[in-house]
């Protein structure tokens, strides 16, 4: 097979994106007939290189070539043209069509720079993990292959108990602990063994998406509150919002701003609980990551009344291809959300779940966590320096914090985070935008509007890295000023 070197320069300038001038300059040399059926293309690291773009903008490129069946993926082998010799001239209205933009809340199935919710995955032990699953395998008995625990596999269960008491600082049974297959099936199960269509829930405004769609989608009402340097204005709620059944709170580490909720708002909110019956699910995704001193107590841990469902999660502390999290309930609960079980079945594979188990008990977790502390605190340092050497400070400030996988940073008010999010998005880079994490919405330039940028920051390994980047994200942020 011949190889076809590709020629050409990319505008930073277009109106389209690097990755959509990249597709075209490809596709036009097919249907040129300069790249001919067979013909091998660059690699994505070589095209990216020779571009000087990131890998991912090349890999939007070509998988999108692939997809129209212009190129082929042969593995190891490389990529290939698979086009006839002769194509028929393109319809000039299709190919104005603009592609339909991925939605930013929705994680990516590749793993792009400034990625929210992705853990180092260079740094996960990957020949230990491999090693405990394929002795799982090996032992697999007759048993095993019958229909899984609903509820989850109990040596889960068991270690997860264990872990909870000595990091979180509560005790649960194993029974109260039910395995999901991530965050979203946690609360699919609340929802739908606890929600009447109507109930009012508080939500952290800004606060995570998902929640807000999962909880709008089930017919409750959302109750926008407001997060301040003490984390949700729970007296704020109590005042206008007193009646609601439901609070969601991220009291660790707030998603997305990262502060840390004040003792004594943790105290009115489970006053409140009590007071009104209410349940508060105390989402703790990230807490395990903290640069200094130990992780904070979790709200569950002060749950003297059993109102606080508890939601943690393994794509964070291990990788998300797991699909697994849990959540620990009440003992006043337990019946119910059992009895509903048979209606939303664990989706995590029993195989996977009892390999986690080993994980932690062979003690690879607690070791795993200890080593991601350090080399997080390393790489948020990356970018923060990066960040304040290719932003003046009455543009772009860097929040502080003392935990978390992602960074907080506010923008100039004259600026806009969604469009430079989206065009972010579009040059390969997963910024999302402050904005739009809120339950309110509000239009640019109102004062209690969000105006910032949330960046992903575990995959970058080096100042160098994270200094590129940067560096491409000041060009689109100072193309946005007015």
Known sequence: MSRFSLSFHLDPQQKAPLYRQIYQRVKTAIMEGQLKTGSRVPSVRALA?????????VENAYGLLIAEGFLQSHGQAGTVVSAPKSLPAPSPVRETQTRKPINPMLPSVSSLPFQLGLPALDAFPRAIWSRIVSRQIRHTNMNDLGHPPLTGVDALRHSIARYL?????????????????GYAPVLDLIIGSLLQPGDGVWLEDPGYPVTQAFFRAAGATPMAVNVDDQGMNVPQAVKQFAHARFAVVTP?????????????????????AASQQAWIIEDDYDSEFRYRGQPLPSLKSLDTQGRVIYAGTFSKVMFPALRCAYMVVPDSLV?????????????????????????????????????????????????????????SADVLQVNQQVGGIQLCATLNSGLDDALIAKNAREQGLAVQALSDWQVLRREPGDALRPNGLLMGFPNIVSE?????LCQQLAILVNGCLT
């Open 49 to 57: 290189s020779d571009l000087g773009v990131a890998r991912a903008t």
């Open 165 to 181: 008491q000595l990091s979180r600082g509560f005790t649960c049974r194993p029974e109260q602990i039910f395995i999901c297959g």
């Open 252 to 272: 660790a580490h707030q998603s997305p701003t990262g502060v840390t909720m004040s003792l004594s708002r943790r105290m009115a909110l489970l006053d409140w």
């Open 335 to 391: 019946e119910k959300i059992e009895a509903y079980c048979p209606l939303r079945i664990c989706g995590t594979p029993p195989l996977l779940q009892s390999s986690i188990a080993e994980f932690i008990e062979q003690g690879h977790f607690y070791r795993h966590l200890k080593r991601m502390r350090q080399l997080y605190a390393e790489r948020r340092g990356y970018l923060e320096q990066a960040l304040t050497a290719a932003f």
């Open 464 to 468: 160098e890295a994270a200094s590129n």
